[in-house]
Each structure stands twice: as C-alpha cells, then as structure tokens.
C-alpha cells in the first residue's frame, strides 16, 4: 500500500509540474496542442499504473473514478478562473473607459 501511495505522490507531482509549467509565462508562447497532448498522455499514464498496480477491483474501480473527479473539478476550477479573468477585463476596460459604476458621489 505504501509503495501504491508513493507511485501515485509522484504522479500527482508530475502531473502539477506539467500543469504549473504550461502556466508559467515562457519567453515564447506555449503550444496549446502539445500541452495538451502531454496532459492527457500523463493522464493515461497515470489510469494504467493504477491499473497495473492496483489488484483489488473494488479498489481500483474507486481510485479511477477519484481521478475522473478530480480532473473534473480542475476542469470546472479553470472555467471558473476564465470567467473570472474575463469579468475583471471587462470592468477594467469599464474603469479605463471612465465608467459611471467607478465614480464617488
């Protein structure tokens, strides 16, 4: 079990690396096709050792669908975050238009 722990730690390391990495700002912009080609490879990779390691059915079928939800709630973290830039983009735009909603009475 500890071994089970340790294999699936490093695999959520990696899979933040590669998720802090295509955030960080680099000299030249980030490919979004291969990001997202590397994302989903690690994500494979990472349901095959559960697979591979994991002998309990029970077990297994549970962690996958742990991973399955935790992909889902990044997924809905980042539609969130994209409303929320989108949102701040438009009231600056509002501010730097000299907007009434910005004004002191």
């Known amino acids: 079990m500890r071994i089970y722990l340790r294999q699936t730690n490093s695999i959520v390391v990696v899979v933040a690396a590669i998720w802090l990495t295509a955030c960080v700002t680099p000299s030249e ?43 889902r709630l990044i997924a809905e973290s980042v539609t969130y975050i994209r409303r929320y830039k989108t949102e701040m983009t438009r009231l600056n735009a509002e501010k730097d238009s000299g907007g009434e909603s910005y004004k002191v009475s």
Do not use: H, K
């Open 29 to 71: 912009p980030p490919d979004p096709a291969r990001i997202r080609e590397e994302l989903l490879a690690s994500r494979a990779d990472e349901r095959e050792l559960v697979e591979a390691t994991v002998t309990d059915l029970t077990r297994r079928q549970r962690i996958l669908l742990l991973l399955d939800e935790r992909d």
